[in-house]
């Protein structure tokens, strides 16, 4: 029987003059708070340790690598590394990987409580756009500065649960849930910057976003029977506006903690991992009730 309480570190925008060592401050702030609400697993956001840069265009895509990490952890993340070892507490969170080969990735980890890395996800589905699109009231720029990851979703046995990993875009698409989901996922995580407003479409502000988003998760941690963290990094960051609404959703997909503001703020909520069995049991009992000669197109076109 597991049963432990997980939490979401929910961070208020990052500007750009922020350095890696301000954000590690808000980041171990918000650890402390977890610790001492009883939290084993924390979760933070997509690219935690920076501003959302995808919205602004650079010509040269090199001028921007100042905002990836060359190695996990650096001097500059080891504090939270050495904070929740000495707490025994698991985290997750989002950064911008740049790897000796020169490939720019999203990407996001699971640590364990004695700091091993057990968990390296690299985020799959990529929003927007490649090329500067001048009919944009904002850009979005993640095709320019990243590759399509090329892990996979896989999870990893962490603190007695199988976690798994998610980036913001993924939580949208139910292949992504149920490629966990059939790996047997108790927990994923799932950091998100999701601006308010980016595309071609004016009527699409930040109620729909917030719904979208709700309806994705939810609908995802209750088909696959999972618990859910859903972070966000949100609030203004430079004048630019990202939704909230970060939560922890049950295998049910209910809503069991909610974040009531835009700044940093730590949600937290019981898991009974125990739960997760009943869904796969019952309704989700994937042997029993998956009709794969049916879905071939989903894998094929
Ligand atoms: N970071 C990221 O993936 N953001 C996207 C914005 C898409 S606009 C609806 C997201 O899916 O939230």
């Not at 917030?210 to 209750?222: K, Q, R």
Request: hydrophobic share 35%.
């Amino acid at each position: 029987m597991t049963r432990m309480i997980i939490g979401g570190a929910q961070m208020g925008g990052i500007q750009k003059a922020e350095t890696r060592e301000q954000v590690v401050q808000r980041m171990l702030a918000l650890m402390d708070q977890a610790h001492a609400a009883g939290v084993s697993y924390l979760a933070y956001p997509e690219m935690t340790l920076t501003t959302f840069f995808p919205r602004y265009y650079a010509e040269s895509r090199a001028d921007f690598d100042h905002w990836f990490e060359t190695e996990m952890p650096n001097p500059q993340v080891q504090p939270l590394f050495d904070r929740a070892r000495a707490y025994g507490m698991g985290f997750s969170f989002g950064f911008c990987e740049l790897t000796p080969e020169g490939q720019h990735f999203n990407t996001a980890i699971v640590v364990s409580p004695t700091g091993d890395i057990v968990l390296t996800y690299r985020k799959t589905h990529l929003p927007g756009h490649a090329e500067f699109e001048p009919e944009r009231t904002h850009q979005h720029l993640e095709k320019r500065y990243f590759l399509p990851g090329d892990t996979g979703f896989n999870v990893a046995q962490s603190q007695g649960v199988q976690m798994g990993l998610a980036i913001c875009n993924d939580r949208r698409w139910p292949e992504s849930w149920r490629v966990l989901g059939l790996q047997g996922v108790e927990l994923v995580s799932i950091g998100y910057n999701t601006p308010s407003q980016n595309n071609l479409s004016r009527d699409e502000g930040p109620e729909k976003r917030l719904y979208h988003h709700e309806l994705s998760v939810c609908a995802g941690a209750y088909q696959n029977a999972t618990y859910a963290i859903a972070v966000a990094k949100c609030g203004l960051e430079d004048g630019y506006h990202m939704i909230g609404g970060s939560m922890i959703v049950d295998p049910d997909g209910f809503v069991i903690a909610r974040a009531t503001g835009e700044g940093d703020e730590l949600i937290t909520a019981e898991a009974d991992f125990d739960k997760c069995a009943f869904g796969r049991s019952t309704v989700f009992n994937f042997a029993q009730h998956r009709r794969i000669e049916h879905y071939t197109r989903i894998a094929t076109q």
